[in-house]
Structures are given as C-alpha cells and as structure tokens.
C-alpha cells in the first residue's frame, strides 16, 4: 500500500486549503485513515483521523483545529481528505497522511505515512 498526498501550499491567514490523501494497492480494508502534522523544531502531532467504524466513521480532532478542519474519507477512492479554513500562522506545518489498515480476512493492523505536503499560512 502506497500513500499520495497533494493539496499543500502558500495560504494568507483566514484563507483555506484542502489536502487529498490517495492510498494505492488491493485487497485491504481502510481502518482508519487521518493527518499528523509536524511544524519546525516540534514533534509530530495528529490533527485529524476518521476511524471506520462499521456502522459509520468515527472522526477525531486536535482540540487547536475542531470547528476550523474538517476530515472525511472516500472508501471507494481510498482517499482522505482534511478541508481546512479560518487558517492560523500557527498551523505552518510539514501534514502527513496516516493509513491503519489490514489485509482482507486478517485481523493484524498495519501502518504506513505518506510523504509529506507543506502548508504555510502567512499573517
């Protein structure tokens, strides 16, 4: 399983953005699909993940971006999205995607990252 993201860039402060997360590959179901983030000199925190779970998703957010980002998921396209507004300087991060997901039939979870876009918010 591979992981695309796209979606980052330059945005002035109050603007948004939408990032896309495309995971590649067959036979495997999605069991959770977000974003971590990770601005210079700080660890990497999560910002978003929806959790599949069954019955409906699951979403969860960092206190410092509910009301403000929005994570869904497309199971068909396998793709995770985080639509993000009212953007603050302080949200100037390196965002990664995180897929949890596990082959068909099996019960171990498996983990990867995608590589990486940069959002810079300016003031």
């Known amino acids: 399983v591979q992981l695309q993201a796209s979606g980052g860039g330059l945005v002035q402060a109050g603007g948004s953005l939408r990032l896309s997360c495309a995971a590649s590959g067959s036979g495997f179901t999605i069991n959770a699909m977000g974003w971590y983030r990770q601005a210079p000199g700080k660890q990497r925190e999560s910002v978003a993940q929806?959790?599949?779970?069954?019955?409906?998703?699951?979403?969860n957010y960092a206190d410092s971006v509910q009301g403000r980002f929005t994570c869904s998921m497309d199971y068909a396209k396998k793709t995770v999205y985080l639509q993000m507004s009212s953007l603050k300087p302080e949200d100037t991060a390196v965002y990664f995607c995180?897929?949890?997901?596990?082959?068909?039939?099996?019960?171990?979870?498996?983990?990867?990252w995608g590589q990486g876009t940069l959002v810079t918010v300016s003031s």
């Open positions: 995180n897929l949890r997901w596990r082959y068909y039939g099996r019960t171990f979870e498996r983990e990867d």
């Open positions: 929806v959790t599949n779970g069954g019955y409906g998703d699951i979403a």
